[in-house]
């Protein structure tokens, strides 16, 4: 069984089309998977729906004990792409044995429909965490870096090895 830890981010942003926000309603993670004809055994929990600029060290501690605590040892985390490298280095260093923690996300929000990195990044991470050692890893753009070898370029959008 593969648990995701669903804890916000763009993936999961909505779009008001009145005053061009971007807010939080639910998860788009069950959709997802069901228009992707997903048939792995997956279980979602919902941690927390934020932005990963506002994330805090007690949220990262959230995440960090609830894959201490699930009792699978395939873990894929959707989290918002501009502090996810922070996040994964915090669950790097927290003591989460012989388990493979995969974080993912997207650029551009599911709601926007086929122009969303969501589906590839998502399909990409579910492939990722079933065939990784134990670990933590970022897969983005159809690729995998282990936590400390991996940075956003802030200019192109896209994670780059370091």
């Given at each position: 069984?593969?648990?995701?830890?669903?804890?916000?981010g763009?993936?999961?942003?909505?779009?008001?089309?009145?005053?061009?926000?971007?807010?939080?309603?639910?998860?788009?993670?069950?959709?997802m998977?069901?228009?992707?004809?997903?048939t792995?055994?997956?279980?979602?929990?919902?941690?927390?729906?934020?932005?990963?600029?506002e994330?805090?060290?007690?949220?990262?501690?959230?995440?960090?004990?609830?894959?201490?605590?699930?009792?699978?040892?395939?873990?894929?985390?959707?989290?918002g792409t501009?502090?996810m490298?922070?996040?994964?280095?915090?669950l790097?260093?927290?003591?989460?044995?012989?388990?493979?923690?995969?974080?993912?996300g997207?650029?551009?929000?599911y709601?926007?429909?086929?122009?969303?990195?969501?589906?590839?990044?998502?399909?990409?991470?579910?492939?990722f965490?079933q065939?990784?050692?134990?670990?933590?890893?970022?897969?983005?753009?159809?690729?995998?870096?282990?936590?400390?070898?991996?940075?956003?370029?802030?200019?192109?959008?896209?994670?780059?090895?370091?």
């Open positions: 069984m593969i648990q995701i830890f669903v804890t916000g763009t993936f999961d942003k909505e779009y008001n089309y009145v005053t061009g926000n971007l807010f939080f309603r639910d998860s788009n993670l069950p959709k998977l069901e228009v992707g004809r997903c792995l055994d997956v279980k979602i929990r919902t941690l927390m729906m934020v932005d990963s600029l994330l805090t060290e007690a949220d990262r501690e959230i995440i960090a004990n609830n894959c201490r605590k699930v009792d699978t040892n395939q873990i894929l985390i959707t989290h501009d502090t490298v922070d996040t994964a280095e915090y790097a260093n927290a003591d989460i044995r012989d388990k493979t923690i995969v974080l993912t997207a650029m551009i929000p709601a926007f429909g086929s122009s969303s990195d969501g589906f590839f990044n998502l399909g990409s991470a579910l492939a965490v065939t990784l050692p134990p670990g933590v890893y970022v897969v983005m753009n159809g690729r995998f870096n282990s936590w400390d070898g991996v940075k956003k370029n802030r200019s192109t959008g896209i994670f780059e090895q370091v």
